[in-house]
């Protein structure tokens, strides 16, 4: 039997980039969307790409398609959380509000569809599960402390279980970390912050125009969701799965300093599981 992958957040950027690659691989793919009818529509050609509807602060909705998945093929190969977006107000302007919702999809919605995918993953007999953290889930950033923290959530959330799901559930885990990548992301948190009276003209203003003009300067190429799909490609394909993956060498170097001693995460995930699990 083929393999299958369910992707959340697969109506633009990484997630439907990756969607067509697996695809294209020969995967059956379920595309999480929360606009089930124009993506398919869109991709309606491309083979074994079934768009599902899927928003992740609803976990009734996850399971609906984890029981679609389970009904059609029994099994799930690799689950793919990926949908997220960034927040770019600091602490000291957010409402409370804001900082609900984004840790409502960025980690509320991964821990969401990780608890509803476990028991199809656990019946596959070996699975893996990856989620899109990003270089801000290792390395905090000016104005961006929301959207970072709700990332370096992620990573201590799958950090800890990489410790005991592969010798107790036979389960891999991989955080991919990208850098900036041309995709709806900018788009949406900019749109954000013009829907909600623009840039401020506060105390915070200088750090905003410093980081704005300093990340312009810096990634004036981003990287494609299509490089950022073959990375995913090339990662389900790997013997030995990494915990962390950064998406290119640009990512590499900006979190150099935080992980030069374990890039992959791997030897820190061993030695935890010696001393407390004695694996
Ligand atoms: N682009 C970057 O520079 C960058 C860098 C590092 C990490 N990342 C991470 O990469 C992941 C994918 O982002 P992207 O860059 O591909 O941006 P994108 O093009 O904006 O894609 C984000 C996807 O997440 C979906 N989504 C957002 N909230 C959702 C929710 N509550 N339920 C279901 N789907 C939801 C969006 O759906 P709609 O179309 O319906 O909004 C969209 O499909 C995110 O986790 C992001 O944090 C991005």
């Known amino acids: ?37 124009r993506d398919q529509e869109l991709y309606r050609e491309v083979e074994q790409l079934h768009f599902v509807e899927l928003e992740v602060t609803q976990p009734e909705s996850i399971q609906r398609v984890i029981d679609r998945i389970d009904e059609e093929h ?18 000291g302007q957010a409402p409370f509000a804001d900082i609900e919702r984004v840790f409502e999809t960025n980690v509320y919605g991964v821990m969401h569809t990780i608890r509803a ?39 201590g959330l799958l950090e800890s279980m990489a410790v005991y799901y592969k010798p107790t559930f036979n389960i891999d885990i991989t955080l991919l970390e990208p850098g900036a990548i041309a995709t709806e992301f900018n788009k949406t948190v900019l749109g954000h912050v013009a829907e909600t009276g623009g840039i401020l003209e506060d105390e915070y203003k200088p750090v905003l125009d410093a980081y704005t003009s300093t990340f312009l300067k810096r990634n004036v190429e981003p990287q494609t969701a299509a490089s950022v799909a073959e990375v995913m490609w090339d990662l389900a394909q790997m013997e030995t799965k990494p915990l962390r993956l950064r998406t290119s060498e640009q990512a590499d170097q900006f979190v150099a300093r935080k992980v030069s001693t374990d890039p992959t995460g791997l030897d820190s995930v061993l030695h935890i599981r010696k001393i407390q699990l004695d694996l």
């Open 1 to 37: 039997m083929g393999k299958i992958i369910c992707i959340t957040g697969a109506s633009s950027g990484i997630g439907l980039a990756s969607a067509l690659k697996f695809a294209h691989e020969g995967w059956t793919v379920y595309a999480g969307t929360r606009h089930p009818e």
């Open 74 to 91: 029994g099994k799930l190969d690799l689950l793919f959380c990926n949908a997220g977006f960034g927040y770019l107000r600091s602490l």
């Open 117 to 155: 995918a476990l028991p199809l993953l656990r019946k596959t007999g070996y699975a893996h599960i990856v989620a899109t953290s990003s270089v801000g889930g290792l390395v905090g950033q000016p104005m961006n402390e929301i959207y970072c923290a709700s990332k370096f959530a992620l990573e």
